[in-house]
């Protein structure tokens, strides 16, 4: 995709990749849609937070404001390859993916902010899923078989999410207070995206 600038931005950008544009790029937004307790503990300098379970809400918004380039960054990629169906579903622009996520470029030796340390939310998923496959297991042999439908019901829905790049789980971890510190404030993170202005950190 060719921007206003003449440059020819591909879909998916590396983290060496992105770090160029953002040095030819000025006026590029980086739109982190993890959740905010993530974003908290670290994230990409100038890197805006609107997590992926209230984008809906916010995209039109967000397309009607902003014309730039917008470079989308989850943890791994999967969220913000959600995000961006979700933006490109009210026409919006511009849109490109950071290939690995923040996780591709800590491993490519770029800068982050950091934070108060916290479980990334992929991460929590896998804790969560294995403690309940776990206590299945164990509650099966010691109190009744039919805890053994436990363990099979997570691993129905973890096979369900692998086909379908979904996650019932990480949407509802995503809600937890851990997750969401109180002093997040979505729309004035939108607002900020708007308007390109500098976060607080």
Known sequence: MVNKNGLAVPAVVDAEYLEELMKELPDLRLLDVRTPGEFESSHIRGSYNVPLDQ????????????????VLVCQGGSRARKAEESLRQVGMPN?????????????AGKPVEHG???????RQVRIAAGVLAVAGGILAVAVNPYFGLLPAFVGGGLVF?????????????SKLPYNRPT???????????????PTHA
């Open 95 to 107: 849109l490109h993916v950071l290939d690995g996520g923040l996780s591709g470029w800590v491993s």
């Open 161 to 173: 999410a692998g086909l379908t790049d979904s996650c019932a789980m990480a949407m509802l971890l």
């Open 116 to 122: 108060p340390e916290r479980v990334s939310l992929e």
């Open 183 to 197: 002093e997040c404030d979505t729309g004035a993170m939108v607002r900020a995206l708007k308007e390109g202005v």
């Open 55 to 70: 984008l809906g809400e916010h995209g039109t918004e967000i397309r009607a404001n902003v014309d730039v380039p917008v």
